[in-house]
């Protein structure tokens, strides 16, 4: 096992969980490639083979998109997320892409301080490096439940 290549997916988790819990969603899209996909779907849709999502974007832009949006034109109630990782289980690098799935549990904080598991899942990642610096080049999340609230507004 190559623990660089261990320490490098988990730091590059670390900061995608650090970005979305310290609300420094600016700087969300940049851990992704260009063209890099965000799909949050549900188990069931995947057993199934479909390949519907709750939240979808095919590129970086359209990550800023989403975020410019949250800021400046979606009314939701004031929250904030805390992440709990496992560590990643790392396949071998093939054509370059580092495949990595991590379990995450997701606590939602509102406003009032009521605090609740919002979602339970796992994240299914294609990761391309450049140097040491890696990059989401795919980033499926995948939640334990088909039932989630009807407000996802901020990234898993």
């Given at each position: 096992?190559?623990?660089?290549?261990?320490?490098?997916?988990?730091?590059?988790?670390?900061?995608?969980?650090?970005?979305?819990?310290?609300?420094?969603?600016?700087?969300?899209?940049?851990?992704?490639?260009?063209?890099?996909?965000?799909?949050?779907?549900?188990?069931?849709?995947?057993?199934?083979?479909?390949?519907?999502?709750?939240?979808?974007?095919?590129?970086?832009?359209?990550?800023?998109?989403?975020?410019?949006?949250?800021?400046?034109?979606?009314?939701?109630?004031?929250?904030?997320?805390?992440?709990?990782?496992?560590?990643?289980?790392?396949?071998?690098?093939?054509?370059?892409?580092?495949?990595?799935?991590?379990?995450?549990?997701?606590?939602?904080?509102?406003?009032?301080?009521?605090?609740?598991?919002?979602?339970?899942?796992?994240y299914q990642d294609r990761?391309?490096?450049?140097?040491?610096?890696?990059?989401?080049?795919?980033?499926?999340?995948?939640?334990?439940?088909?039932?989630?609230?009807?407000?996802?507004?901020?990234?898993?």
């Amino acid at each position: 096992m190559d623990l660089s290549l261990q320490f490098k997916v988990q730091n590059l988790l670390g900061r995608y969980a650090q970005t979305i819990d310290d609300d420094l969603l600016e700087a969300w899209p940049d851990l992704f490639a260009e063209t890099g996909r965000y799909l949050v779907t549900t188990a069931e849709n995947v057993a199934r083979g479909l390949p519907i999502g709750l939240m979808y974007a095919t590129s970086r832009k359209m990550l800023r998109d989403r975020v410019r949006s949250l800021r400046d034109a979606n009314v939701y109630e004031a929250q904030r997320y805390r992440h709990i990782l496992s560590p990643p289980l790392i396949s071998p690098s093939d054509g370059g892409i580092v495949r990595a799935q991590t379990s995450f549990i997701v606590a939602r904080v509102m406003q009032t301080g009521e605090t609740t598991i919002f979602a339970t899942g796992c994240y299914q990642d294609r990761i391309v490096f450049d140097g040491d610096d890696g990059l989401f080049a795919e980033k499926t999340v995948i939640l334990d439940s088909r039932q989630i609230d009807t407000l996802l507004a901020i990234p898993l």
